[in-house]
Every structure is written in C-alpha cells, then in structure tokens.
C-alpha cells in the first residue's frame, strides 16, 4: 500500500471498528467521511485505499445488509495520523446511526519483540492504544462510552465481588457522566476525548509499552 508519508513511517497503525450508520446514508457520502484515511494511505479513492496493509485484514467494508461501517485495516504513519482520525470522526458523526467506539493501535514499527533479549532493558515500544467515539449527538456518544466504562469495571470488579453487590458502583458511573454532559455538549471534539483525559472518556484505552504489547487483530 503507498502512503504519503512512506519515507517516515515510524508506525503501523490499526483501525478497528464497526459504525451503524443511518439508512439514507450513500457510498459517496461515506467515501467523503473516509477520505482522510484513504488520502493518507495515498489512494485515490475509498475503494482503492480500502485495503489494508495486512492481507488477512478485511480492511475498510461497507456492509449493506447490515447497513454498517466496517474497519479493520492497517496503514503504516507517523503520529501526524491523529489529525486523520480526529477528521474522519467529525465526518461520521454526520453519518452515524447510533454511538459507536473505533479502536486505533499505533505499533512501533522499529520494535520487534522478537530481539527482546537482545536489546536494552530500558527499551520499550512506543506503542499507543486510543479509544475514538462517533455518534450522531453529543447524548449518543457518551452513552457507548458510559456502556464501556460499565462493561470494564463490571468485568474487573467481578473477580471480587458478586454482581449483584455492584449497583452502587453503576450509580457513581452514571452520576459521573451525568456531570460531564454539559462539556461534551459544548466540547468541539465530540469525535474523540481530551487527550488529558487518558485518550479514552474513562473507556478502556491508554497506552501499551514493551513486554505488554497489544495483540493485532486477527481475523
């Protein structure tokens, strides 16, 4: 795959994700929301720049049955990329039907885990895993985030505690997102949250280094 950026490509960057997207929406409409990737990727268009970089990777697919936006695909960047994202997010908030999260790993393509023993002690990848969020209002993104946060502290708290006895950690949840409405409201990144905010809303996310890698998608 040519990419614009192929003499500085520090990174391979995976998107993944699945957006439901309104039933009037056309091709041309998504080949817009998704040009900032495919431009990147230094297609000409969504159909040529659709295909990842990882041949068992279905890539970007718009499934009309389903009626859905289909992301699993791989483009080698640097961290200029996040404008790309922050872009794309903005166009499909116009198209989405309903909340959705969109995955994006950046790989340190120089790190091989392979040469571990290898290298210094003190060398970590450069590894970063953020949480984008799309939606068609400010109330139907953070509910997928809201569902998130609920999902990750459910499953994390269950090795301790019986479900039944974490109703009260659901409430705080709520109440927190209750509160943080009125900035999302008016905040002007409704696609993604405020990097200082862990580049998750409070999601599962953040960054992964070294010997904890995030495993690629596998499909």
């Known amino acids: ?113 392979e040469d571990d023993e290898d290298s210094d002690d003190d060398e970590e990848a450069r590894d970063d895993f953020v949480m984008y969020f799309v939606g068609p209002t400010p109330a139907a993104i953070m509910q997928v985030q809201r569902d998130l946060l609920v999902q990750d502290m459910m499953g994390l708290m269950e090795r301790h505690f019986d479900g039944s006895e974490l109703g009260e950690v659901v409430e705080a949840i709520d109440r927190l997102f209750e509160r943080r409405f009125e900035s999302l409201v008016t905040s002007m990144q409704l696609g993604r949250p405020p990097r200082n905010s862990g580049g998750s809303g409070g999601a599962s996310g953040g960054s992964s280094h070294g010997g904890s890698r995030k495993p690629r998608h596998l499909h």
């Open 1 to 113: 795959m040519a990419n614009n950026n192929s003499g500085n490509t520090p990174f391979e960057i995976h998107v993944h994700g699945e957006v439901p997207l309104r039933g009037d929406v056309t091709f041309e409409q998504i080949q817009d929301a998704l040009k900032p990737l495919w431009n990147y990727a230094g297609a000409k268009s969504l159909t040529a720049g659709a295909e990842s970089a990882y041949e068992e990777e279905p890539g970007i697919r718009f499934d009309a049955k389903e009626h859905a936006l289909q992301m699993c695909w791989t483009v080698s960047g640097d961290e200029d990329f996040r404008q790309a994202l922050d872009e794309m997010c903005m166009g499909l908030n116009d198209l989405a039907e309903a909340g959705a999260p969109i995955e994006v790993t950046f790989y340190d393509a120089d790190f091989d885990d």
